[in-house]
């Protein structure tokens, strides 16, 4: 259990959050949510004793009940594999099965932890908190540096986790599918909502609906009340009862009005007419990352670009852009088609200038247009006035948002567009994606922004970078939405019979594959791992051939 009780943290003049209350069950999963800045990993921090706290009480664990994944960690052991099986009487089997479900290839087991890159160290940092298996597992933002893969292999393992889970995430697919219950940080406040992210939701917009009647009801009675001491305090007659009123108000316990309820507006629909095929890509190459690539993306495709990290999305991008030039093959953009790109790394940012100056470099426009446009992705006059180099990524990523909007692209190519942001904010993005009338292709390992705006996925496979077509199958009815366990991949159907048995293949081997990663979970024995293993790249190999030959016939 984790009980807190008034719990109040200050940092200098600044209060973070005061009087938090909640209680956690032994076994439940519990995201902590917020907007950037409100305390979120502070109150993780607090919990696992890095951080001080100025008042309250935190009861029912002790400290070796803990396990937490450290952000910038250290590593003892000389290989990666020796790094987990250090922890306690872990089996190699065990650290491998943790290991590769987080993306790590076996030729890697044997490199030193601390060589590896800071987001590689993070998921190493992750698999030992993982294989721990604390009484309570402590995480912050844990999909964070993970694939798509990686992704749906911690989603499992954290719903067959018998400890209790703890989690500050922004991930919204995680929060649908893996907690019990959500805290949710805001205006100095923590509230406690019963439920998964859509639950949460809709929840949260009673509460505030009945919280805003509760204020407004509230100021309309202190309204009469000061108009009446007002009209009758000087007059004899009616002074007691002026007085009586002013007691009364003076007593009154004061509702706080509750946050605006407004998300960030976003417009991205002025879109001009565009050649119907927006994007060929025939035969590209590129170095040892790219091989012999091909694609055809027509006008008002939204699609998804998916993939191991390390497979080629992001230098993709940057051939399409010409960013990077490829050793061979053909790349053409369609008559009429303007495109805006937003990079994982904002490298168009320059770090010395200021927001206002960036855009009115790029843009030419004026202060207050400049000052307007960023206040629409809620970079005010203090952060929009501070050289961009300081930022923080989520500060960084508004900021190429502003740009990208004033582009008036109509094709969007984003890479990560929601990396680094809190729930409003991947909110407002995906709304204006939904509303967008032009072309999409999107980089992302956000599979709740994946479904709710892309038609169809490309996936780069492991050997070969291959575009395979998946349709995403959407549901429209919210409620709908929340029964569904994980994001359903839907193949475009087509009425060639031959094409139907095919996608009956596909299906079956795709299910076949679910069968075998189950397994894998639950595997005990170090050989009847490696036997598994080598039947997941057999199943994958075969599902990848499957869907090459479904293309070529389709």
């Known amino acids: 259990m984790i009980l807190v009780e008034n719990l109040t943290k200050s940092f200098a003049d600044r209060l973070l959050f005061s009087n938090v209350n909640f209680r956690i069950n032994d076994g439940e999963k519990v995201g902590i949510v917020g907007k950037n800045g409100t305390g979120k990993s502070t109150l993780i921090k607090i919990l696992i004793g890095e951080e001080d706290h100025d ?6 664990f002790h400290s070796e009940d803990l396990g937490y994944a450290e952000q910038i960690p250290l590593f003892n052991q000389s290989t990666l594999l020796d790094e987990l099986i250090s922890i306690g009487s872990v089996k190699e089997f065990e650290a491998k099965k943790i290991l590769f479900g987080l993306g790590f290839k076996e030729d890697e087991l044997i490199k030193n932890p601390n060589n590896f890159s800071g987001g590689e160290k993070a998921k190493i940092a992750l698999g030992k908190a993982l294989i721990a298996e604390p009484r309570i597992l402590l995480l912050d933002e844990p999909t964070n540096h993970l694939d798509i893969y990686a992704i749906d292999f911690l989603e499992d393992f954290i719903k ?12 919204r697919h995680f929060l649908q599918n893996c907690v019990d219950k959500i805290i949710d940080l805001e205006n100095r406040q923590a509230n406690l909502y019963v439920g998964n992210y859509e639950k949460f939701i809709r929840l949260k917009t009673e509460r505030r609906e009945f919280e805003l009647k509760a204020y407004e009801k ?49 417009n991205l629909s002025d879109t001009s007419m565009t050649a119907d095929r927006v994007l060929i890509v025939e035969n590209l190459n590129f170095k040892n990352i790219i091989k012999n690539f091909s694609v055809e993306i027509r006008k008002g495709d939204r699609v998804g670009l998916i993939g191991r990290n390390g497979v080629g999305k992001s230098t993709l991008l940057k051939l399409i852009v010409g960013d ?27 770090d010395e200038l200021t927001p206002i100056d960036e855009l009115i470099d ?25 050289p961009i180099g ?47 009338d032009g072309t999409l292709l999107i980089v992302t390992h956000d599979r709740y922004l994946l479904e709710k705006v892309t ?9 070969e970078s291959i575009a395979i077509n998946k349709k995403i199958q959407k549901s429209k009815n919210p ?39 189950h397994e894998i979970n639950n595997a005990v024995d170090g050989e009847e791992l490696k036997k598994l293993s080598t039947d997941h790249e057999n199943k994958i190999e075969e599902i990848e051939n499957l869907y090459q030959r479904w293309g070529e016939l389709s």
């Open 55 to 60: 008042e309250g009480i935190i009861s029912g």
């Open 160 to 171: 067959n986790y018998k400890g209790t889970v703890l989690a500050v995430t922004h991930d």
């Open 218 to 266: 509230q100021q309309e009675e202190i309204a009469k009340l000061e108009e009446f001491v007002r009209r009758n305090k000087v007059r004899a007659s009616t002074a007691k009862r002026a007085r009586s009123r002013q007691t009364m108000l003076d007593r009154m316990e004061r509702l706080e009005k509750p946050p605006s309820n407004e998300t960030i507006k976003l």
């Open 324 to 350: 990077l030039q490829a050793d061979s093959g053909m790349i053409k953009i369609g008559n009429r088609v303007k495109i805006g790109y937003l990079s994982q790394s904002h490298e168009d940012l320059k």
């Open 362 to 386: 790029e843009f030419g426009i004026t202060i207050e247009q400049a000052r307007s446009e960023l206040a629409r992705l809620e970079i005010y006059s203090d952060v929009a006035l501070k």
């Open 390 to 436: 300081s930022m923080s990524g989520g500060e960084k990523t508004r900021v190429a948002l502003a740009k990208l909007i004033l582009t008036g692209a109509n094709f969007l190519i984003l890479d990560e567009p929601t990396n680094h942001l809190d729930l409003s904010a991947r909110e407002a993005i995906e709304n204006a994606l939904i509303d967008f």
């Open 455 to 463: 038609d169809r996925v490309i996936e780069f496979s492991r050997e």
């Open 479 to 517: 409620q709908e939405e929340s029964t569904k366990k994980n994001t359903p991949v839907k193949i475009v159907k087509n009425n060639n019979q031959t094409i139907e048995k095919l996608e009956a293949q596909i299906a079956m081997a795709e299910m076949e594959l679910k069968m075998i990663e």
